[in-house]
């Protein structure tokens, strides 16, 4: 019948914690600070704001198993799909096994954005998909299509713009960004005009200075 975790403040080593059959209706700021918590039992309670909720276990990084069946908030239609989105760590939940299609349907669900660009991603290019085309589908319903490389001027464009984000998604600006900032050259010489160590050495033919050709990439 336990109603209240205050009690739970100073336990910041629990690893297993068993609360379930009891009459919880809320666990705000009970359990946030257990962040070695890697077992919790929270069903067959009175739990109902799953948001709440699960906004209390997300800094349990820990987390692998977790039990909320048996309570209101589990009620609720998308009540697996929020949980598996938002605590990642979660392997096992309500005694069963978190699938990676799960996982997929809840990044397609909370995400789309982010699912979109993974879903888009492919050798390390851009290519040009739907949202709506299934992730590792067997079958395909359209012709493929071919992905549209950009100019050498939409790159530099791109890359130069410094007072705009360049994509919709912060993410990509930051990754557009970051290969800005890496640089590849090659430099070579002519070494025809350098001066061995027989001529050094008689001082027969002057040395000149040497031209150094510096070829910059990104």
Not at 142 to 154: D, G, K, L, T
Request: with cysteine.
């Amino acid at each position: 019948q336990i109603q209240d975790l205050t009690f739970l403040v100073k336990n910041y080593c629990l690893t297993e914690l068993y609360l379930n059959n009891n009459e919880l209706t809320d666990i705000s700021g009970a359990l946030k600070h257990l962040c070695s918590l890697q077992i919790l039992f929270l069903h067959n309670n009175e739990l109902k704001k799953l948001g709440k909720t699960v906004k209390e276990l997300k800094g349990m990084i820990s987390l692998q198993t977790l039990n909320l069946f048996q309570n209101p908030l589990a009620y609720d239609p998308d009540y697996r799909l929020y949980v598996i989105y938002f605590l990642p760590s979660v392997q096992l939940l309500d005694r069963k096994l978190v699938t990676q299609r799960e996982r997929e349907s809840a990044l397609h669900l909370y995400d789309p954005k982010r699912a979109w660009v993974m879903q888009s991603i492919a050798f390390g290019k851009r290519a040009d998909t739907s949202l709506g085309t299934a992730v590792g589908s067997s079958r395909c319903t359209q012709p493929a299509r071919r992905p549209i490389m950009p100019s050498v001027v939409q790159v530099l464009d791109l890359l130069c713009s410094f007072c705009r984000v360049p994509f919709e998604d912060p993410k990509d600006a930051v990754l557009v960004r970051a290969t800005r900032r890496s640089l590849m050259e090659f430099s070579s010489v002519d070494w025809n005009k350098v001066a061995t160590c027989q001529e050094r050495r008689l001082k027969n033919k002057a040395e000149e200075p040497l031209e150094k050709l510096t070829v910059r990439f990104r």
